[in-house]
């Protein structure tokens, strides 16, 4: 619990420098959440896979995007990229635990509170189905917020950086080819096969089976967030920060 306190503490030096980037943060909010509540009901009748796309952008690193440049990850060396504040506290005499928390923090309040206006005002904005109950709305609601965990941990896991080829600019140009063709593929042949998108078959889940799916959720969420730090852990220590 004392990590945490710390963490935190060192959390609020960048978040004072962001209040502004914040704001943005709610505005890109609120125009996907425009976006989703008008296309919602005409999604559940055809399907569609804009939908999916922007309602998981929204639910992992939408909200995080706004964050200022001295904050995010970037080129540092032509081979070496990282997040410069982790770079700089790197080399302070903090405990790597207190590090790899407060980046999780960071990205925590620039996501969930967001998400969670969002999902709040899908729910009660948005036409979902006559019979979608409270039970279900709730489980809907914790399946995308757990979500942001266990995929959206993936950008605060980022800002530890990397060396090498797949650090250069080629490197990360491929890398981003190859993660938005395999994507598409993927979203697309989903669609194919069920009929519906991924959004889709969630409000089915959490209508049909809403225990199930909220402990399902809560579990993956709660191995997303162990699984990321480990791997924080791992790659900052083979990772020559000097």
């Excluded at 060396?77 to 080399?91: A, D, E, G």
């Excluded at 635990?97 to 948005?126: C, D, M, N, W």
Aim: glycine letters at 6%.
């Amino acid at each position: 619990m004392n990590t945490w306190k710390q963490a935190f503490k060192l959390a609020t030096f960048e978040l004072k420098q962001s209040k502004i980037n914040l704001i943005f943060s709610l505005v890109i909010t609120l125009f996907l959440l425009g976006y989703l509540r008008k296309s919602l009901p005409e999604y559940v009748e055809n399907g569609f896979l804009g939908f999916d796309l922007f309602f998981m952008i929204l639910f992992s690193f939408a909200t995080a995007m706004p964050k200022p440049k001295a904050f995010q990850i970037q080129n540092i060396q032509p081979n070496f990229i990282v997040s410069p504040i982790l770079l700089m506290q790197k080399h302070l005499p903090i405990k790597e635990e207190v590090l790899i928390k407060s980046r999780f923090i960071i990205h925590f309040i620039y996501t969930f509170p967001f998400q969670v206006i969002a999902i709040v005002g899908l729910l009660y904005l948005a036409t979902f189905p006559a019979h979608f109950s409270i039970d279900s709305m709730i489980a809907f609601a914790i399946l995308w917020l757990s979500f942001s965990f266990y995929v959206g941990f993936i950008f605060p896991a980022s800002d530890t950086g990397d060396k090498g080829f797949l650090a250069t600019t080629a490197g990360l140009f491929i890398i981003g080819i190859l993660t938005v063709g395999i994507g598409s593929i993927l979203f697309t042949l989903f669609h194919a096969i069920t009929g519906h998108g991924f959004v889709y078959w969630s409000i089915i889940a959490a209508d049909k089976w809403p225990l199930f799916t909220s402990i399902a959720s809560i579990i993956a969420a709660y191995s997303g967030y162990h699984f990321w730090k480990n791997y924080m852990k791992r790659n900052m220590n083979k990772i020559d920060y000097i």
